[in-house]
């Protein structure tokens, strides 16, 4: 329907308001790409929840941490979804988090420090998150 009327208006020479209607909806569209990531200070702050015991984690997989070395283990909270990957030194990194609203946080090991949320985590919180995996 839009797209029809874009188009008379351009048959018609309306020039202007095309190139305005073009880059109001370029622009509509770069806003919508940018609000669908999650950004890692966001997720942080998930797990910065989940280990002061604002949020309550709960698995959504058959994994235990204990024997998720080298693996991933998925959990949740209050509707979001988190994927955490244990490594056999005792670090772990967060994989992957989704928001309720579909907003996804993704690692990625090319980015430079500070895109992982657990590294924003102060120790006490990094501990704590931890002790509370090895729990779920």
Same mark, same amino acid.
Request: glycine share 6%.
């Given at each position: ?57 709960? #698995?959504?997989?058959?994994? &235990?941490?204990?024997?998720? /070395? +080298? @693996? ?7 509707? $979001? ?21 579909? #907003?996804?946080?993704?690692? &990625?090991?090319?980015?430079? /420090? +500070? @895109? ?7 120790? $006490? ?12």
């Amino acid at each position: 329907m839009m797209l029809s009327m874009v188009l008379r208006l351009i048959q018609r020479g309306c020039r202007p308001f095309c190139i305005a209607y073009k880059a109001a909806l370029h622009f509509d569209q770069a806003l919508q790409v940018s609000a669908a990531a999650l950004s890692a200070r966001e997720t942080c702050q998930l797990l910065r929840d989940v280990a002061l015991g604002i949020r309550t984690l709960h #698995r959504l997989d058959e994994t &235990d941490w204990a024997d998720a /070395y +080298g @693996t991933a283990m998925t959990v949740g909270a209050d509707g $979001w979804i988190i994927t955490f990957h244990n490594h056999e030194n005792g670090r772990f990194h967060c994989e992957r988090c989704e928001s309720p609203d579909g #907003r996804t946080y993704l690692f &990625d090991s090319s980015h430079h /420090y +500070g @895109t992982d949320p657990i590294e924003l985590l102060s120790t $006490w919180e990094h501990t704590r998150l931890a002790e509370i995996l090895a729990t779920v």
